[in-house]
């Protein structure tokens, strides 16, 4: 079981920046990969970012590439998603989540959210 706190989420004006965290329960944290999600209003969740298990490998939505950053420091059981020249379409709730495989479609584990809102 893997229980996921996000951080960091607030009111930035448009080219600003924020970096979220997200705080992982468990000893076992360095054995999951992990990736961002966002929902923005309106639309349906979509992938934003993950990074493997030993932060080796990371992968990007095309929408946010050049300008968001996924990090993990499994000492800290905690990953981050830097979060640089914002844009008010990046304003959504932004999830972290967990699961065994890099490759996961489907998530096992989810936090509950924090908001992120980008204003022009």
């Known amino acids: 079981q893997v229980q996921l706190v996000e951080s960091g989420g607030g009111l930035v004006q448009a080219g600003g920046s924020l970096r979220l965290s997200c705080a992982a329960s468990?000893?076992?944290?360095?054995?999951?990969?992990m990736g961002w999600f966002r929902q923005g209003p309106g639309k349906e969740r979509a992938f934003v970012a993950r990074?493997?298990?030993?932060?080796?490998?990371?992968a990007y939505a095309d929408s946010v590439k050049g300008r968001f950053t996924i990090s993990r420091d499994n000492a800290k059981n905690t990953v981050y998603l830097q979060m640089n020249s914002l844009k008010p379409e990046d304003t959504a709730v932004y999830y972290c989540?967990?699961?065994?495989?890099?490759?996961?479609?489907?998530?096992?584990?989810w936090g509950q959210g924090t908001q992120v809102t980008v204003s022009s």
């Open positions: 990074i493997s298990s030993s932060g080796f490998s990371t």
């Open positions: 989540a967990a699961d065994a495989s890099y490759w996961a479609r489907q998530y096992t584990y």
């Open positions: 468990g000893r076992t944290f360095s054995s999951y990969s």
